[in-house]
């Protein structure tokens, strides 16, 4: 089998070169296979989220331009991991909300969930009001994703930069919400009802 250089895959990938395509699913594809398996997925969640990699990748090059300071593989395998940590999540709010659904709660579980949902609604309205860039990076944050990959993920010339990124995104998404009087209202009630 050839190899190809990162600057090789790129170029294949733009111009949608099969040799290429057909190289990168035999070198990536196995690893990508693999995390999903062991992390509560099938092969038709690896197939799914590889395709999905790609394409998020081929994006990136033809809309912005890529330059890997990393392998290929690792650049596809962590843009991969991101899409399924993604998917993860999206299931177990799917799954809360139908548990939710089956059981009958009494008064002090609903006001808590009332409560938490409120919470949940003010951290939804501002983290909306967050760049594009600053709720990308939260998101890899709150799913533990690492400084490491969040800067390959991103683009960064180094993980400082990702630290930096992620604490001035954090700082500003707690900023709103602290200021907002909905969240001093809600502060009150719990403080009342404790």
Same mark, same amino acid.
């Given at each position: 089998?050839?190899?190809?250089?990162?600057?090789?895959?790129?170029?294949?990938?733009?111009?949608?070169?099969? &040799?290429?395509?057909?190289?990168?699913?035999? &070198?990536?594809? !196995?690893?990508?296979?693999?995390?999903?398996? *062991?992390?509560?997925?099938?092969? +038709?969640?690896?197939?799914?989220?590889?395709?999905?990699?790609?394409?998020?990748?081929?994006?990136?090059?033809?809309?912005?331009?890529?330059?890997?300071?990393?392998?290929?593989?690792?650049?596809?395998?962590?843009?991969?991991?991101?899409?399924?940590?993604? $998917?993860?999540?999206?299931?177990?709010?799917?799954?809360?909300?139908? +548990?939710?659904? $089956?059981?009958?709660?009494?008064?002090?579980?609903?006001?808590? =969930?009332?409560?938490?949902?409120?919470?949940?609604?003010?951290?939804?309205?501002?983290?909306?009001?967050?760049?594009?860039?600053? =709720?990308?990076?939260?998101?890899?944050?709150?799913? @533990?994703?690492?400084?490491?990959?969040?800067?390959?993920?991103?683009?960064?010339?180094?993980?400082?930069?990702?630290?930096?990124?992620?604490? =001035?995104?954090? @700082?500003?998404? *707690?900023?709103?919400?602290? &200021?907002? !009087?909905?969240?001093?209202?809600?502060?009150?009630?719990? +403080?009342?009802?404790?």
């Amino acid at each position: 089998m050839r190899e190809y250089s990162a600057i090789d895959i790129i170029s294949g990938i733009a111009r949608r070169k099969d &040799s290429v395509i057909q190289y990168v699913y035999r &070198s990536c594809y !196995p690893d990508v296979r693999k995390l999903i398996l *062991t992390n509560g997925g099938n092969r +038709h969640d690896a197939e799914d989220v590889f395709q999905e990699g790609l394409v998020k990748v081929y994006q990136k090059i033809t809309e912005q331009g890529l330059e890997l300071n990393c392998k290929f593989g690792t650049y596809l395998y962590s843009v991969c991991r991101f899409l399924w940590l993604n $998917e993860l999540e999206k299931r177990k709010i799917k799954g809360r909300e139908t +548990h939710a659904a $089956e059981n009958i709660i009494d008064d002090q579980t609903a006001n808590n =969930r009332i409560r938490e949902n409120a919470e949940m609604n003010l951290y939804e309205k501002h983290f909306k009001e967050l760049s594009k860039e600053c =709720r990308t990076v939260l998101n890899m944050y709150f799913r @533990k994703t690492s400084m490491e990959e969040i800067c390959v993920v991103m683009g960064y010339k180094n993980v400082q930069i990702a630290k930096d990124k992620k604490y =001035r995104c954090k @700082k500003s998404l *707690t900023n709103k919400i602290y &200021s907002n !009087p909905e969240y001093k209202k809600l502060q009150n009630e719990i +403080h009342l009802a404790g």
